[in-house]
């Protein structure tokens, strides 16, 4: 028999609350966050007021991308700009080539717990956000 870790609801609702204090220290630049198990499935999702309709799909599916490939989504985009492939290459519609992801990983086993996607800033602080929600884990 096999076992499993899993994401807890009480782990995402910390690193939910911890990305939205963060998130909300500049109310006028409102982002979208995602947490998703290691199926990509969408465990917990929160966005500002005033959240954009693009941003609210993009950090679904960054962290989608993040958890399926295994790595934050900009490595994730890096690799394939090396390889000369587009995320269309795989005929998934729900992957996206774009830096604002954390993967979520079981730090005995590395094996993919799930992933965090944030979106609305700048890539880069779309990623610190997500990183600050996987160190609220508290893995």
Known sequence: MYSKSILSLDQTQKAMQAMIEKATQEPDRPVAMAIVDDAGNLVSYA???????NPQTF?????????????????????LKSQGRSVSDFGNPNL???QGA????D???GAVLGAIGVSGLSSQEDEDLAKLGVQALGL
């Open 47 to 53: 966005r500002m007021d005033k959240c954009r309709p």
């Open 59 to 79: 950090a679904i599916r960054k962290a989608y991308t993040s958890a399926m490939s295994g790595v934050n989504s900009a490595d994730y985009a890096e690799r």
């Open 96 to 98: 996206v080539s774009a």
């Open 102 to 105: 954390a993967v979520v990983l």
């Open 107 to 109: 730090p005995a086993s």
